[in-house]
């Protein structure tokens, strides 16, 4: 206890000297930790705004959903046993305004008594109600800004919805339970559900929906009803979710994005973790002799490691606090800012939870990098230090087991916190590996530098032999910047590549326009309409295909178990399916196992199925499986399996049945096409006089959306990506900053034997550049190996290299390190010769 008492003594006198030789230490540490604070600490406070208003999201305690159907008698009159029933309807189709132009809207009408929760926004109407009402001119609606500018719409204006008038008597400004109900395809249209009801698009066959939401008495658990729901249900194909589940899609997005720049936060603590190592060791460098001191007047090795273990463990609380308060200071400024703007409600304060995570992240990647270095104090002789050599080997200490457990703690600590352990073990796996190649390169820079020095003369020469040097920046720089490098270009390649295949690719391989909702009797008349707005029709152009939607709800006899299959996979069975009908093979059926059937084929029912889909479920050719299409059950044998591009030219449909199987059905038709926009709106405009129920969706229009979001998305994944670029920088300085007076002396000596201040400029420049420009090879090299299989395998685009953003990364790497350079030799020869020589 008094050789304990004696080092926070010890410690506490030198601490007492100020911390100017750790500022790098402190400034690796916040940084790293403000970065995975601030991702945790934002995004649980969009998971609080949703769990507050989870019922406002959802509409109600419990909403009950079903697809291509309106609900039963019992249905509803098991919904009535909970508590009150509100309901709504609706789907897509096409708004026609006065002068012609048209939109495709999403219409949906909502029965008295709507909103069970929260309130609509309107302008224009004192109430719901009111903006409603039916009168003489037609039902009331409530519309969409965007829709009102685009079809320039005034309050009061009447327009058509397929081939029914309503009229504009609000604008439509926001929705409870918008959140809950995911992406729509365009502006929506809120009306009575009486004016719905009666109107053909809401008709059989039609892709419409019905959702009804409850209100349960007060006190009742929502999970307890939709238990008591399903079990009086047990047949029904319906959606059931209570307030817990309100938003998944963005509960999942939140999830993955908290995770991913989390990810790069820790991997900015890794690398200014560099720093934080470099920074120790130059901070024991400078108090070899009071270490030597110490020891020589009797004090025992761990004394001496207590005394400094002290103060860096004094100081690793210092800088994890700073990156706390920072940290959790940056979502509220956010919320200050952009509150009223979110798409997602988000309830902004300090959160323990999250702010003690990113803290336990910073302590375990402090001692993972500061403990090595304690080994010398301890175990190296008072000679040796008196002998200025502080680099003496030590082996495997029990600081080199703390710090190797310290980082099996920060793998562990990440795996705990992952909302996917094979994704985090990747990630961990893929930063290890990265730190490794680069340490190596590193060490291959300097090797090869030394090498090199004997070809060249001058500035190059000096240059040269200071890389290869003991104090060289290439061993703890190279690794930092390059894993910031790495971070960046990544980022820049797997955006680049996304937005090409939204861009440029999707547009060349997938349709402009999708038209839906064809009428069965009236397809050839629908072809002879397009082919009068866009030309000749062949099928690299157009293609029409009978649609309709169905559900797979058996495998090889037995129903569905949707908890044997992959939640990545689930989506096809636990959705309904875009099904088409199709006798002879078609053009690119993409047919890799089994064979089509005969164009006259009249056995029994045989499907061509997604190849991924089939696999999903455990299905090979000859399996059989069941499907509920239009309210009736179909058993269909697989005879054939197809590789289908979701979103390309083609039967992109993960069903296909030959056509006897669904004969007599009142089936619909799908067409896709390739036009140029002038067409297209042209096209639009004629179709509303023969063709007012068809919907035309613009895929152009969606893929221009998408682009947009994904910028606004990608920018916040850019600046995350940055820290990793400022950690870089941070041990940077740190290596100049503990080469300070070397490099002094070293400037001296030259100028003393006649070297000009342009040739040690040029050398410093030289060495520095080297260093980032190793770094950023190396960095855009394994940046480009991390995104390749996720752009290629998890989004399943095209690849494409962004050579210009790779170009201007290793720039910015080399100029950044060169400019170091500059720096480090501006302050060496700032100081003059004789001063800096007497020095010991």
Not at 42 to 64: C, M, N, P, W, Y
Not at 114 to 118: E, F, I, S, T
Not at 432 to 443: D, F, M, T
């Given at each position: 206890?008094?050789?304990?008492?004696?080092?926070?003594?010890?410690?506490?006198?030198?601490?007492?000297?100020?911390?100017?030789?750790?500022?790098?230490?402190?400034?690796?540490?916040?940084?790293?930790?403000?970065?995975?604070?601030?991702?945790?600490?934002?995004?649980?406070?969009?998971?609080?705004?949703?769990?507050?208003?989870?019922?406002?999201?959802?509409?109600?305690?419990?909403?009950?959903?079903?697809?291509?159907?309106?609900?039963?008698?019992?249905?509803?009159?098991?919904?009535?046993?909970?508590?009150?029933?509100?309901?709504?309807?609706?789907?897509?189709?096409?708004?026609?305004?006065?002068g012609g132009e048209r939109r495709l809207v999403e219409i949906r009408g909502v029965s008295p008594g709507?909103?069970?929760?929260?309130q609509v926004q309107l302008q224009g109407a004192p109430g719901l109600a009111q903006a409603l009402a039916v009168s003489p001119e037609g039902p009331g609606a409530a519309v969409e800004p965007a829709l009102m500018q685009r079809l320039n719409l005034k309050l009061g204006d009447r327009f058509l919805v397929g081939d029914q008038t309503f009229v504009a008597r609000a604008v439509l400004l926001g929705e409870p339970d918008r959140l809950g109900r995911g992406f729509?395809?365009?502006?929506?249209?809120?009306?009575?559900?009486?004016?719905?009801?009666?109107?053909?698009?809401?008709?059989?066959?039609?892709?419409?929906?019905?959702?009804a939401r409850i209100a349960l008495p007060a006190g009742q658990d929502p999970a307890k009803a939709v238990k008591a729901l399903r079990a009086a249900l047990p047949g029904d194909p319906v959606r059931i979710r209570d307030r817990g589940d309100a938003a998944p899609g963005a509960r999942k997005l939140i999830d993955r994005l908290d995770y991913f720049l989390g990810f790069i936060g820790l991997a900015s603590l890794l690398a200014g973790g560099l720093g934080v190592f470099g920074a120790v060791q130059a901070y024991l460098e400078t108090r070899k002799g009071s270490i030597a001191v110490l020891k020589a007047l009797g004090a025992e090795g761990p004394l001496a490691r207590a005394v400094y273990l002290i103060q860096i463990a004094a100081l690793s609380a210092l800088g994890v606090g700073i990156g706390l308060v920072v940290g959790a200071a940056i979502p509220l400024v956010l919320g200050a800012v952009v509150q009223n703007s979110l798409p997602v409600p988000a309830l902004f304060a300090i959160y323990p939870l999250p702010l003690a995570k990113a803290g336990l992240f910073g302590l375990l990647a402090a001692a993972a990098f500061s403990l090595e270095p304690l080994a010398w104090a301890r175990a190296t002789s008072p000679a040796s230090l008196l002998r200025q050599d502080l680099a003496s080997r030590v082996g495997f200490t029990p600081e080199a087991v703390g710090a190797v457990l310290a980082g099996l703690g920060l793998a562990g600590l990440t795996l705990a916190t992952a909302p996917n352990l094979a994704l985090a073990g990747g990630m961990i796996g893929a930063v290890?590996?990265?730190?490794?190649?680069?340490?190596?390169?590193?060490?291959l820079a300097v090797w090869g530098a030394g090498r090199l020095r004997g070809l060249v003369r001058g500035p190059w020469r000096l240059g040269l032999a200071n890389l290869a040097g003991p104090r060289s920046a290439a061993r703890t720089a190279t690794p930092a910047i390059?894993?910031?490098?790495?971070?960046?270009?990544?980022?820049?390649l797997i955006q680049s590549s996304l937005l090409d295949q939204v861009r440029a690719v999707a547009p060349k391989s997938a349709p402009a326009v999708v038209f839906t909702e064809i009428p069965q009797g009236r397809a050839e008349a629908f072809d002879r309409a397009v082919a009068a707005g866009m030309g000749p029709l062949n099928p690299d152009v157009y293609q029409r295909f009978p649609f309709v939607t169905g559900r797979i709800t058996g495998l090889k006899g037995r129903?569905?178990?949707?908890?044997?299959?992959?939640?990545?996979?689930?989506?096809?069975?636990?959705?309904?399916?875009?099904?088409?009908?199709?006798?002879?093979?078609?053009?690119?059926?993409?047919?890799?196992?089994?064979?089509?059937?005969?164009?006259?084929?009249?056995?029994?029912?045989?499907?061509?199925?997604s190849a991924d889909v089939a696999a999903a479920g455990g299905l090979k050719v000859g399996d059989s499986l069941t499907l509920q299409v239009l309210g009736r059950d179909i058993e269909a044998r697989v005879g054939a399996l197809r590789k289908v591009d979701f979103g390309g030219f083609g039967p992109d449909f993960a069903v296909i049945l030959n056509p006897h199987a669904l004969e007599g059905a009142p089936l619909r038709s799908v067409a896709i096409a390739r036009m140029d926009r002038a067409h297209e709106l042209a096209l639009t405009r004629s179709l509303g006089r023969d063709f007012p129920m068809v919907n035309v969706i613009s895929v152009r229009e969606q893929l221009e959306t998408a682009a947009a979001l994904f910028d606004r998305l990608a920018l916040a994944v850019r600046a995350a990506a940055g820290v990793a670029a400022l950690a870089g920088l941070?041990?940077?300085?740190?290596?100049i900053a503990a080469g300070a007076q070397a490099r002094a002396r070293e400037a001296a000596l030259l100028k003393v034997l006649g070297a000009a201040r342009r040739q040690i400029l040029l050398a410093y420049v030289v060495e520095y550049g080297a260093v980032g420009l190793v770094a950023g090879l190396a960095g855009a090299a394994l940046g480009a190996a991390s995104a390749w299989p996720v752009v290629v395998k998890l989004f399943e685009a095209r690849w494409s290299m962004d050579w210009g953003g790779l170009a201007a990364l290793l720039a910015a790497a080399a100029g950044l390190t060169g400019a170091g350079g500059l720096v480090a030799a501006a302050h060496a020869l700032a100081r003059r010769p004789a001063p800096v020589l007497r020095q010991p």
């Open positions: 206890m008094s050789s304990l008492g004696l080092a926070f003594r010890f410690a506490g006198r030198e601490l007492r000297g100020g911390v100017r030789g750790f500022r790098i230490f402190l400034a690796c540490l916040a940084v790293g930790v403000t970065a995975i604070a601030a991702a945790s600490s934002t995004a649980e406070a969009f998971r609080r705004g949703l769990a507050s208003q989870a019922r406002e999201i959802l509409g109600g305690d419990v909403a009950v959903s079903v697809q291509q159907r309106n609900f039963t008698p019992a249905e509803r009159a098991a919904f009535a046993r909970l508590g009150q029933v509100v309901y709504a309807a609706g789907g897509e189709a096409m708004a026609t305004a006065p709507y909103p069970l929760a929260g729509a395809l365009g502006p929506r249209v809120l009306t009575s559900l009486a004016a719905v009801q009666s109107s053909p698009f809401m008709g059989p066959g039609t892709l419409h929906a019905e959702t290890a590996v990265s730190l490794a190649v680069l340490w190596a390169l590193g060490r390059g894993l910031a490098v790495a971070l960046l270009s990544a980022v820049v129903p569905v178990d949707r908890k044997a299959i992959r939640e990545s996979q689930r989506w096809a069975y636990d959705n309904d399916l875009s099904l088409s009908v199709i006798g002879p093979e078609p053009r690119d059926a993409g047919v890799v196992q089994g064979r089509w059937w005969p164009a006259d084929y009249a056995g029994p029912p045989l499907v061509a199925m941070l041990v940077l300085a740190g290596s």
